[in-house]
T-cell receptor, first 115, second 114 residues
Framework: DVKVTQSSRYLVKRTGEKVFLECVQD?????MFWYRQDPGLGLRLIYF???????EKGDIPEGYSVSREKKERFSLILESASTNQTSMYLC???FGSGSDNQPQHFGDGTRLSIL | GDSVTQMEGPVTLSEEAFLTINCTYT??????LFWYVQYPGEGLQLLLK?????DKGSNKGFEATYRKETTSFHLEKGSVQVSDSAVYFC?????????????FGKGTKLSVIP
């Protein structure tokens, strides 16, 4: 069965800290994505990666960076956390080229609070 | 750019009522269309999809038909249950090779009461 695992369900950090959110998928997917979900705004894409060591900015990349050193793992990094980054973060993955009809599979999310 | 507009919630229905959640989109070419569902405390799950005009996606009693002439992909269910209470997201992926990003609507929260 398809599995996308996010390392933490809940996380509390302080302003200015460097924060790492980890995501692992076991489906050999080429593509991986990080979204944030906020009430009234739906899901917004932060970054995505279509291959190891490759990354592309999404709609709201400011204040974030990503790392993809291995195919199965995609990390989201908040370089210096701020209170406006308090949100639900969702990781997703999907197959790549030649699989245009394949959906994205999501993890259960990490609810991050920045104090 | 591409966009998805879905009806504002929340929607509250009694058990066994008929459900419609409207979704319209703006996109060039021939996008693929999806409905995702998010149950409380969980991530998103794919509910159904349609990849070309007039396709009908269906799953768990839910249906949606890809209507290119009206750029719509409305979600319907004939008889909702309490267990259908969740947030529903309409999404599109642009057509063409190399288009992997999804554009989501803002979500519609459904509450079904016994």
């Amino acid at each position: 069965d398809v599995k996308v695992t996010q390392s933490s369900r809940y996380l509390v950090k302080r302003t200015g800290e460097k924060v790492f959110l980890e995501c692992v998928q076991d489906m050999d997917h080429e593509n991986m994505f990080w979204y944030r979900q906020d009430p009234g705004l739906g899901l917004r894409l932060i970054y995505f990666s279509y291959d190891v060591k490759m990354k592309e900015k999404g709609d709201i990349p400011e204040g974030y960076s990503v790392s993809r050193e291995k195919k199965e793992r995609f990390s989201l990094i908040l370089e210096s956390a701020s209170t406006n980054q308090t949100s639900m973060y969702l990781c997703a993955s999907s197959f790549g080229s030649g699989s245009d009809n394949q959906p994205q599979h999501f993890g259960d999310g990490t609810r991050l609070s920045i104090l | 750019g591409d966009s998805v507009t879905q009806m504002e919630g929340p929607v509250t229905l009694s058990e066994e009522a008929f459900l419609t959640i409207n979704c319209t989109y703006t996109a060039t070419g021939y996008p693929s269309l999806f409905w995702y569902v998010q149950y409380p405390g969980e991530g998103l799950q794919l509910l159904l999809k349609a990849t070309k005009a007039d396709d009908k996606g269906s799953n768990k009693g839910f249906e949606a038909t890809y209507r290119k002439e009206t750029t719509s992909f409305h979600l319907e269910k004939g008889s909702v249950q309490v267990s259908d209470s969740a947030v529903y997201f309409c999404a599109l992926r642009p057509g063409g090779a190399g288009s992997y990003q999804l554009t989501f609507g803002k979500g519609t929260k459904l509450s079904v009461i016994p």
